[in-house]
């Protein structure tokens, strides 16, 4: 089994390796939280590996979720041998993390596998609760956060950043087989697939999308209120991701709701921008 040092070096690697906002992340993460951050990261980077692109056909990459739900089990049970869980289990230990939001992540994963169309803004709610949402729970449980009322208001956040990803990625979504405007909404502004999967970008779109948008954002807003209930970094991070997935929001609402032609994202400047303000917009918020 690798070490406990070199498989929180494995998991940094990953992560570093996967996302470009981890060098600016890693500022507003104390030093000594970060190795677990790295952890929880590639397990969430590596699940979504496995339900996007791990080689074979459906059935495959069911098994494969399968057989990393039992390694999770292994982890849980003392047992890690993965590199990722040998980590993770020690993570989990130092913190008291629960079984569930992990359980969770690799659900969403099944879903991807089984689903490609939502008939409900509760569904696509449901399928939120379970991609999104246990990542914020994760971090809220590494800064010592555990109560009700304030996961519930990470729950927010999380659900607006996955509902903005789908709005900024419909076209990519696309393209492998997944659309999660839900069906409801589609027939309510009058606007079909085939329309959506020839990416016209007419009337009863942009009134579909300004619905959309307007929904997430509401949901940015109450999500919000969390920065006045935690300290230090993490008002910074709620406030920086909040901020930016609101940003992401105006993006499409300037191109005139047309997520096609180019995906809407944010400069370095744009990002750079928002962590200056984030670092200092929380001190007005108290604690």
Same mark, same amino acid.
């Given at each position: 089994?690798?070490?406990?040092?070199?498989?929180?070096? /494995?998991?940094?690697?990953?992560?570093?390796?996967?996302?470009?906002? &981890?060098?600016?992340?890693?500022?507003?993460?104390?030093?000594?939280?970060?190795?677990?951050?790295?952890?929880?990261?590639?397990?969430?980077?590596?699940?979504?590996?496995?339900?996007?692109?791990?080689?074979?056909?459906?059935?495959?990459?069911?098994?494969?979720?399968?057989?990393?739900?039992?390694?999770?089990?292994?982890?849980?049970?003392?047992?890690?041998?993965q590199p990722i869980m040998v980590a993770l289990a @020690?993570?989990?230990?130092?913190?008291?993390?629960?079984?569930?939001?992990?359980?969770?992540?690799?659900?969403?994963?099944?879903?991807?596998?089984?689903?490609?169309?939502?008939?409900?803004?509760?569904?696509?709610?449901?399928?939120?609760?379970?991609?999104?949402?246990?990542?914020?729970?994760?971090?809220?449980?590494?800064?010592?956060?555990?109560?009700?009322?304030?996961?519930?208001?990470?729950?927010? +956040?999380?659900?607006?950043?996955? *509902? +903005?990803?789908?709005?900024?990625?419909?076209?990519?979504? $696309?393209?492998?087989?997944?659309?999660?405007?839900?069906?409801?909404?589609?027939?309510?502004?009058?606007?079909?697939?085939?329309?959506?999967?020839?990416?016209?970008?007419? @009337?009863?779109?942009?009134?579909?999308?300004? &619905?959309? $948008?307007?929904?997430?954002?509401?949901?940015?807003?109450?999500?919000?209120?969390?920065?006045?209930?935690?300290?230090?970094?993490?008002?910074?991070?709620?406030? $920086? &991701?909040?901020?930016?997935?609101?940003?992401?929001?105006?993006?499409? @609402?300037?191109?005139? /709701?047309?997520?096609?032609?180019?995906?809407?994202?944010?400069?370095?400047?744009?990002?750079?921008? *928002?962590?200056?303000?984030?670092?200092?917009?929380?001190?007005?918020?108290?604690?």
């Amino acid at each position: 089994m690798v070490g406990l040092t070199e498989a929180y070096r /494995y998991c940094e690697r990953l992560a570093r390796s996967h996302y470009e906002n &981890f060098p600016v992340a890693s500022l507003l993460i104390p030093r000594g939280m970060r190795k677990h951050i790295y952890a929880i990261y590639a397990f969430c980077r590596h699940v979504d590996d496995l339900g996007d692109e791990a080689e074979g056909d459906r059935e495959a990459r069911l098994l494969a979720l399968a057989l990393w739900e039992e390694e999770l089990e292994r982890c849980y049970a003392g047992r890690p041998s993965q590199p990722i869980m040998v980590a993770l289990a @020690e993570t989990i230990r130092e913190f008291r993390i629960p079984k569930e939001p992990f359980q969770k992540l690799i659900e969403a994963n099944r879903l991807d596998q089984r689903k490609g169309r939502y008939r409900t803004y509760e569904e696509l709610l449901h399928y939120c609760d379970h991609s999104a949402n246990p990542v914020g729970r994760l971090f809220l449980h590494l800064f010592g956060y555990q109560d009700e009322e304030r996961l519930a208001l990470a729950d927010k +956040t999380c659900t607006a950043l996955q *509902l +903005t990803n789908f709005w900024q990625d419909i076209a990519l979504d $696309l393209g492998k087989g997944r659309i999660y405007i839900p069906q409801e909404d589609l027939a309510r502004f009058g606007y079909s697939e085939e329309e959506l999967e020839h990416h016209l970008v007419n @009337e009863s779109f942009r009134r579909l999308m300004e &619905f959309e $948008l307007s929904r997430t954002r509401a949901l940015f807003d109450q999500g919000l209120r969390l920065v006045r209930l935690v300290d230090g970094r993490l008002k910074v991070a709620i406030e $920086l &991701f909040s901020r930016g997935g609101l940003a992401i929001l105006k993006k499409i @609402e300037e191109a005139d /709701y047309d997520v096609f032609r180019r995906r809407p994202r944010l400069s370095k400047a744009e990002k750079l921008g *928002l962590l200056l303000r984030a670092l200092l917009r929380p001190n007005a918020h108290g604690n």
